[in-house]
């Protein structure tokens, strides 16, 4: 089990669109991958998905192993997202009626997207190992808690009779455990 986190504003990476650029002849021809704008993209600071990628990928290098992982994986992350100004007290306590979790944007499917790929050839080959897992994201529980990702990595045996039964421990406002339980065997 690999677990680290990763401090700074989770960011998602959005929707890719392809398209061909022509050569002079076809076999200089080039399929071209575009990430697509929308209002949150052109929001952001050029090259900000980058460098959170980037800072996902140097923490995971700390704690990677000698030999990437090449079965399949299971992927645990807690995005903790920046809780608005208009939702605290002075006294530094959450104000009555403001929600408990982030159910705007940016979305946990596009945030788990940046962390997948930023992963990719570091902890494991490629993104598409990940084949189970909890993602959840939340707000600030107090008014200086880091922004960041709290991310774990498992392997899972590949062997057909192996049970495997993982327990994880997500750093949360509620004290929490989670139970995933499998087997391969038929």
Same mark, same amino acid.
Request: net charge positive; with cysteine; hydrophobic share 35%.
């Given at each position: ?150 991310? *774990?990595?498992? +392997? &899972? =045996? #590949? !062997? %057909? $009779?192996? @049970?495997? /039964? *993982?327990?994880? +421990? &997500? =750093? #949360? !406002? %509620? $004290?929490? @455990?989670? /139970? ?7």
């Amino acid at each position: 089990m690999i677990q680290l986190y990763v401090a700074g504003d989770p960011l998602p990476q959005g929707s890719k669109t392809g398209f061909i650029l022509r050569g002079k002849t076809r076999k200089q021809d080039r399929v071209v991958l575009k990430e697509v704008a929308n209002n949150a993209t052109k929001k952001r600071k050029a090259g900000a998905l980058k460098r959170w990628r980037k800072a996902i990928a140097e923490e995971a290098r700390k704690h990677a192993p000698a030999e990437l992982i090449a079965g399949p994986v299971d992927l645990t992350i807690v995005f903790v997202l920046e809780r608005p100004k208009s939702h605290w007290l002075k006294s530094g306590r959450i104000a009555k009626g403001k929600p408990r979790r982030p159910i705007g944007r940016p979305d946990k499917s596009k945030l788990t997207r940046a962390v997948e790929d930023a992963l990719s050839g570091v902890i494991y080959r490629d993104d598409s190992q990940v084949v189970d897992g909890r993602v959840r994201k939340r707000y600030q529980t107090i008014p200086d808690e880091e922004t960041g990702a709290h991310i *774990i990595v498992t +392997a &899972i =045996p #590949d !062997e %057909e $009779t192996e @049970a495997y /039964v *993982i327990v994880t +421990a &997500i =750093p #949360d !406002e %509620e $004290t929490e @455990a989670y /139970v995933t339980v499998g087997c391969d065997a038929e």
